[in-house]
């Protein structure tokens, strides 16, 4: 596709629910990143994905959050046990290479009820 | 610990005026900036970057200034236009990381 496209757009789910969020990056573009935007904040880095490996994922907030990028493509985030504290966008953006132009997608709305 | 900040959460400017957006940070190890725009629902925008072995870039109405010695950059819009009217992001990072880091956005308003 032309861009980063996220699905889904909003996600409603109850507290303690297991969650994953789809990210699918542009075509040839080989670095991933998710970040997670709380209300009136700025994005906040989760993980980096050069190809199929986490190069960071420093900024996983605990043990709940998880990614993965199996072919060095498409990513899933996923979130177990999911709180109320992880209602937030999430966005996922990808780049050519290292380089730090990134490409947003349009995030996915996850509320925890 | 806020790395990068936007102190000004808002701006109002008249259309055809400049538009002038400030960002100051405090890890001396980011040597590379980017503004951001963002429209509601939608997800950043790469408006404008800088290294820090410039002091400007410039790109046609979109200016960044660098400041290293006071740890400030600014974003200058002229003229401002309505369409301009979004949330914009100060964003660093530090040498070969790949994370960046935001500030928390200001909300620029151009009314005619």
């Known amino acids: 596709g032309a861009g980063v496209s996220q699905t889904p757009s909003n996600k409603v789910t109850e507290k303690g629910k297991y969650v994953e969020l789809r990210c699918d990056p542009i075509?040839?573009?080989?670095?991933l990143y998710w970040y997670r935007q709380s209300l009136g904040q700025g994005p906040e880095f989760l993980i980096y994905f050069q190809g199929t490996g986490a190069a960071d994922d420093s900024g996983l907030p605990n043990d709940r959050f998880f990614a993965v990028r199996p072919e060095g493509s498409v990513s899933t985030l996923k979130i177990q046990r999911t709180e109320r504290g992880d209602s937030a966008v999430y966005l996922c953006?990808?780049?050519?290479?290292?380089?730090?132009?990134?490409?947003f997608g349009q995030g996915t709305r996850l509320t925890v009820v | 610990d806020q790395q990068v900040k936007q102190n000004s959460p808002s701006l109002s400017v008249q259309e055809g005026r400049i538009s002038i957006l400030n960002c100051d940070y405090t890890?001396?190890?980011?040597?590379?900036f980017l503004w951001y725009k963002k429209y509601p629902a939608e997800g950043p925008t790469f408006l404008i970057s800088?290294?820090?072995?410039?002091d400007k870039n410039e790109d046609g109405r979109f200016t960044v200034f660098l400041n290293k010695s006071a740890k400030h950059l600014s974003l200058h819009i002229v003229p401002s236009q309505p369409g301009d009217s979004a949330v914009y992001f100060c964003?660093?990072?530090?040498?070969?990381?790949?994370?960046?880091?935001f500030g928390t956005g200001t909300r620029l308003q151009v009314f005619p």
């Open positions: 890890n001396s190890m980011f040597d590379y």
């Open positions: 953006a990808s780049s050519r290479q290292r380089d730090t132009e990134a490409f």
């Open positions: 964003a660093a990072s530090e040498g070969n990381t790949d994370k960046l880091i």
């Open positions: 800088i290294s820090s072995i410039k």
């Open positions: 075509s040839g573009h080989t670095a």
